[in-house]
């Protein structure tokens, strides 16, 4: 490629930009530091709520600069709002008593705010992850009538996963994805990583033969097809690794530097 041209390089966050002990690596920084000296940019993509992603935009980049996150329903630039993709509030109202019913701990994502009516284990776990605590509120279908980007739901996986399958059957306008197998991701329908990063893409006036992008999981899968060069890493999932055009060592072993210098972009 030529380097005298600028690229985007979208990273996913967990199980890509991040080790399996949830820190950057010395490589990882290093080659991205590289890459914005050279002019590219650089943007993150996760399922995580923004506030998350922009703490590691600052770790990795000294400042905060286009992310995606909510897997592609909230794109920001430092504070200022780019797209939002939002979920009907009857089905966000709806997803809150199945999941009282279901008895799973239900969380939402309402562009920086983090909502939960209590802190069980399953979200007591996931503010060790994303870095921060929740706000807890007494009633959440009080927020359903607000801008819910994503609704999470922990519990048993025999409860997500029948959760999941009547989100949908629904047909409330929304699409639901298991990230693990205790965690359900609800968000509206058509909202996805890849349409995130088109649209970055377009904004930045980048045309999609020089759009990068690197994952790991199921919801990555879509951008690494549409990317103009996707990478899988080592650790990725089977059918990541087929779409993409590189496959690279995994998180633990340098995979991002690596794939880079295999690409030409750092030395």
């Known amino acids: 490629m030529d380097d005298n041209l600028s690229s985007l390089f979208v990273f996913d ?5 991040l080790d399996s002990g949830l820190r950057i690596l010395p490589s990882t920084r290093a ?13 993150l993509a996760s399922a995580r709520p923004p506030r998350s ?3 590691l935009s600052q770790q990795l980049l000294g400042t905060v600069t286009e992310i995606i996150s ?7 630039h430092e504070r200022e709002v780019l797209l939002e993709r939002t979920i009907p509030a009857m089905a966000v109202t709806a997803l809150i008593r199945k999941g009282r019913e279901f008895g799973i701990e ?9 909502l939960v009516e209590e802190r069980g284990p399953g979200v ?8 921060f605590e929740p706000t807890v509120v007494a009633d959440l279908e009080r927020w359903s009538g607000q801008s819910v980007h994503k609704v999470l739901l922990i519990g048993e996986h025999d409860k997500v996963a029948a959760l999941r399958e009547w989100a949908l059957k629904s047909a409330m306008g929304i699409d639901a994805s298991l990230s693990k197998e205790t965690y359900c991701e609800v968000v509206a329908d058509g909202t996805s990583k890849a349409g995130a990063v088109l649209f970055l893409a377009e904004k930045l006036a980048i ?25 899988a890493m080592g650790n990725a999932m089977e059918a990541v ?3 993409a055009g590189v496959v690279t060592e995994s998180n633990d072993e340098d995979g991002i530097a690596n794939a880079l210098r295999r690409l030409g972009f750092i030395e």
């Open 13 to 17: 966050v967990d199980g890509t930009l």
């Open 31 to 43: 080659c991205v530091q590289q890459l914005l000296r050279a002019g590219h940019r650089i943007a």
């Open 53 to 55: 992603v922009m703490q």
């Open 70 to 76: 909510l897997n592609g329903a909230f794109v920001t």
């Open 106 to 114: 239900t969380n939402l994502l309402a562009g920086w705010e983090w």
């Open 124 to 131: 007591e776990a996931e503010t060790g992850i994303v870095g």
């Open 207 to 231: 045309p999609r033969e020089r759009l990068i992008t690197f994952g790991d999981g199921e919801n990555d899968l879509p951008m690494i097809e549409a990317a103009g060069v996707g990478v």
């Open 241 to 243: 690794k087929v779409a």
